[in-house]
Structure formats: C-alpha cells, structure tokens
Nanobody, 119 residues
C-alpha cells in the first residue's frame, strides 16, 4: 500500500497563505491521480481538489476555486497544495490521497495536517 505523510499546516490569519505538502512512499505514484481532502471538526471529510497523473487536469471544489492550487512532482513522489486568501471556514485537518486509474481513493489515510485560520 501507499503510505502518505502530510505536512505544512499551521495557524494563519484570514487572508494569509499556507503551502501543504504530501509525500508518498511504498510505491511510485506517477501513474496515480492525487487529491486533497479536508475534515473540519464535527463534519465529514470532504473533497477539496484532485490532479491527474501527469498534472494535465485538475478538479477543484467550488469553495476553493481561485484560491487554492494543486501541483505534483512525480520525480519526488509528492503533491502540494498552495492555499491563498485563506478563510476561517478553511479550518480543518487536510489529508492527501491517491487513486490508481478508475479505482477508488485509498483507504490508507495519513495522519493529516491541521490548518487553522483565525478571523
């Protein structure tokens, strides 16, 4: 199975920026789609953004369009999330995930990284 380790979270004021990173290990994920999900306290985990295997296509949930940017580095087996113009409602634990072709997202979640946006 692919192991995922997220990093880069922290406390930031509204309007600020953070850059999250996720390192995959266990196998090369260059042929996998990669994504970020988030889970706010007391809520279900939700999809944020995904990127296809070569970075040629991205899919954003409406609430983050124009503010978040996903990117990947297949040589390093990593995916990143640049988050700008952060809002208090972006506060959540952020998780990355991988999916091979038309399979489902992995059930082997990492520990996530906490993002807290103060108003």
């Amino acid at each position: 199975q692919v192991q995922l380790v997220e990093s880069g979270g922290g406390l930031v004021q509204a309007g600020g920026s953070l850059r999250l990173s996720c390192a995959a290990s266990g196998r090369t994920v260059s042929q996998y789609a990669m994504a970020w999900f988030r889970q706010a306290l007391g809520k279900e985990r939700e999809f944020v953004v995904a990127i296809n295997w070569n970075g040629g296509a991205t899919y954003y949930t409406d609430s983050v369009k124009g503010r978040f940017t996903i990117s990947r580095d297949n040589a390093k087996n990593t995916v990143s999330l640049q988050m700008n113009s952060l809002k208090p409602e972006d506060t959540a634990v952020y998780y990355c995930n991988v999916r091979y072709r038309n399979t489902t997202w992995s059930t082997n979640w990492g520990q996530g990284t906490q993002v807290t946006v103060s108003s």
